[in-house]
């Protein structure tokens, strides 16, 4: 059998109706119930009918992902699915990784990611922080270039601008302060960078203005008792696995106001032997990112009935 990674989505991937094609699954409504009665509302309805603005809120954005990645994996293993060797998620795709591995309970998570999603708002008001995605420029010199940006600010400016995400060779987002996001956008433009695009999100997420947000997390963190992982997880911040309980909380608690080194993960992956990553839940943005991290990997995407069949085939 092909060796295979599972990976999970973040943010940007929801849309209305993406569970839709499960039908009446019953992992998938199993899964639903369960989150619904962790959230305390009907989180079915929300993601069959949206709207769409109600599912970019952030304090369900971060849920209905979860739900709908964990729906995806559970129904894979009620099909036959075998278990990955290696689990990863990219930002808050962490989350539902450590669901797969058995750390966390969905139960648990799902408060969790809300309490997560409505600290990050808390901590930056709409419209102060912005995030940026930088195309074409290589990840050291959007680096560079945020310094630059930074260093036009007073040298006590509450001004900030930092490289969050690494997501491949050409895309690095940036966040911080919205003042300082438009001068390094101004400034990696001038380096050579394609496109420095706003990106529409409501906060500047793996800042460093997101650690109120995160001293939030590691309080409830704290008060929930862990499993051991059943697969390994690799995580975003330090790209290590951890199997310690406290290791695990202080890297969710870091990952929050720290960079998603996602490159990194599918290069650690690829090392471990994996040949396929597998992205499970909905969209096809970390399909699309192994690629072109590396063109000898096999990236697939896992999100209704039928490219499930597909892959147990392709993986057979």
């Known amino acids: 059998m092909t060796t295979f990674a599972f990976v999970f989505p ?9 569970l839709d094609a499960w039908g009446d699954h019953p ?16 989180v079915a309805k929300l993601i069959h009918e949206g709207p769409k603005e109600a599912l970019a809120m952030t304090t369900n954005t971060q849920p ?30 962490e989350y ?12 648990q998570a799902a408060p969790l990611v809300r309490l997560r999603a409505a600290a990050m708002q808390e901590a930056v008001p709409v419209g102060v922080g912005a995030m940026a995605a930088i195309l074409g420029l290589a990840s050291d010199k959007v680096i560079e270039g945020c310094k630059q940006a930074q260093a036009t600010f007073a040298a006590d400016s509450v001004e900030v601008v930092e490289a969050v995400n690494f997501n491949d060779a050409a895309q690095t987002v940036i966040a911080g302060s919205k003042a300082a996001v438009d001068k390094a956008c101004e400034v990696l433009k001038s380096m050579g960078a394609k496109r420095a695009l706003l990106l529409p999100v409501s906060a500047p997420f793996h800042s460093s203005l997101m650690k109120p947000a995160a001293e939030k997390l590691r309080e409830k963190l704290a008060t929930l008792t862990l499993g051991v992982p059943q697969i390994p997880v690799l995580n975003n911040i330090d790209v290590a696995i951890e199997s310690d309980a406290d290791r695990i909380r202080d890297a969710l608690y870091r990952q929050a106001f720290g960079p998603v080194r996602w490159v990194e993960c599918v290069q650690a992956i690829k090392a471990r032997g994996v040949s396929t990553l597998v992205e499970c839940g909905p969209g096809k943005v970390l399909a699309g990112m192994t690629k072109r991290i590396d063109a000898e990997l096999n990236g697939v995407a896992l999100y209704d009935p039928a490219t499930l069949s597909e892959i147990k085939g392709l993986l057979a």
């Open 27 to 42: 992992v998938v409504l199993e899964t639903l119930k369960e989150a619904s009665d962790a959230l305390g509302e009907d």
């Open 10 to 18: 973040g943010q940007g991937s929801q849309s209305v109706g993406m």
């Open 96 to 107: 539902s990784a450590l669901v797969a591995s058995g750390v966390l309970t969905l139960t």
């Open 64 to 93: 209905v992902m979860l739900v709908s990645a964990v729906a995806a994996y559970r129904a894979w293993l009620a099909e036959g699915g075998a278990k990955p060797s290696v689990v990863a998620g990219h930002s808050l795709g």
